[in-house]
């Protein structure tokens, strides 16, 4: 048996410019962090010569393609794995919250069917593989920021060059700056699960048609991406609210299903309430909202919060990255 894991992320500053209808042009750069919250997978021989898959739903299957789950369907056959398997899927975050927890687990089962087959994968490889499942295999209308965040881990930034091609760079960012960070961020899940292709659609032609100057407000949020990186290495903590705020600001014009009338409700709450800055996470839309929010508003934010009926989420940042968490695998 093998237990592979991945966390998933929060995207601190810049996300989106990974998108191809940005990056293909303008090239992307974003900062983004992995977080003590993980999809895990569980491999195991299966005595029958057919597949058993427990994920939200249960399947059995004699052959990968009859699979009903797509990326499983396509990760096996990426691996060249034809059945005598078990596979079981659990996550600590619900699907479609905005924390790339699909990425998560793509980048999860192929680093355990590599484990399965006995096969060494250097990161990049795998964050690459993962990508390739699901934008060149499965279409998803997404970026390469999940993928490589949940294989690399910790807090790092990445380039998106115009070919498609990312560079990783792990922040050297002082421990006592992650403490700050991590005390001052406030996350609540807004209970709406959402599909992020939607957004991601509307988006995509927003940004390619520049419809109202969309073009000019993402390149304004990869200088966010810059700035962040910036203020991070230098211990600027405290100016990082007013970053999370542009950033809601101009994100939330690029896909008129990016927020509602609740939503927004919420985010007002918690400004009013003393919060400095936040933004849903991911796509918007639903999912988790990330707030910053200095020592002395904490309470009254997390009361405000709390009473519209919104659910705090404690986390951890994540320097692992994914990896192999148990190996019983036998010949």
Not at 149 to 176: C, M, N, Q, W
Not at 291 to 305: C, I, M, N, S, T
Request: aromatic share 10%.
């Amino acid at each position: 048996m093998i237990v592979s894991r991945a966390p998933v992320r929060f995207s601190l500053g810049g996300g989106g410019t990974d998108l191809p209808s940005y990056s293909r042009e303008h090239g992307g750069f974003l900062v983004a962090a992995s977080i003590d919250k993980y999809v895990s997978v569980v491999i195991a021989r299966r005595f029958y010569n057919n597949i058993r898959l427990a994920y939200s739903k249960l399947e059995v299957a004699e052959s990968v393609d009859q699979i009903d789950h797509r990326i499983f369907k396509e990760a096996l056959r990426f691996a060249n794995i034809e059945g005598g398997l078990e596979l079981h899927s659990l996550a600590d975050v619900p699907a479609n919250s905005g924390l790339g927890s699909s990425s998560s687990f793509t980048v999860a089962l192929l680093n355990g069917l590599h484990a399965f087959k006995r096969e060494y994968v250097p990161t990049p490889q795998l964050a690459e593989e993962a990508c390739h499942i699901e934008i060149d295999l499965l279409k998803e209308p997404i970026g390469k920021q999940d993928q490589y965040i949940a294989a690399y881990g910790g807090i790092t930034a990445f380039t998106f060059d115009k070919d498609g091609t990312v560079h990783a760079e792990r922040l050297p960012v002082k421990s006592e700056v992650v403490d700050e960070l991590e005390s001052n961020l406030l996350i609540f899940y807004s209970g709406v699960e959402r599909s992020a292709s939607a957004v991601l659609s509307e988006q995509a032609k927003t940004v390619t048609s520049n419809k109202d100057d969309a073009v000019a407000r993402m390149h304004r949020i990869k200088e966010i991406g810059y700035e962040t990186r910036k203020l991070l290495l230098a211990g600027e903590v405290d100016r990082y609210g007013d970053l999370l705020h542009e950033h809601w600001t101009a994100k939330r014009k690029l896909a008129s299903n990016m927020t509602d009338p609740v939503i927004d409700g919420h985010y007002d709450a918690a400004r009013a309430a003393g919060a400095i800055g936040g933004k849903l996470m991911g796509a918007g839309g639903g999912g988790f909202f990330m707030f910053y929010v200095r020592p002395a508003e904490k309470r009254r934010v997390y009361d405000a919060l709390v009473a519209r009926g919104l659910r705090p989420m404690r986390f951890h940042f994540d320097f692992d990255g994914a990896r192999i968490a148990a190996n019983f695998h036998k010949s």
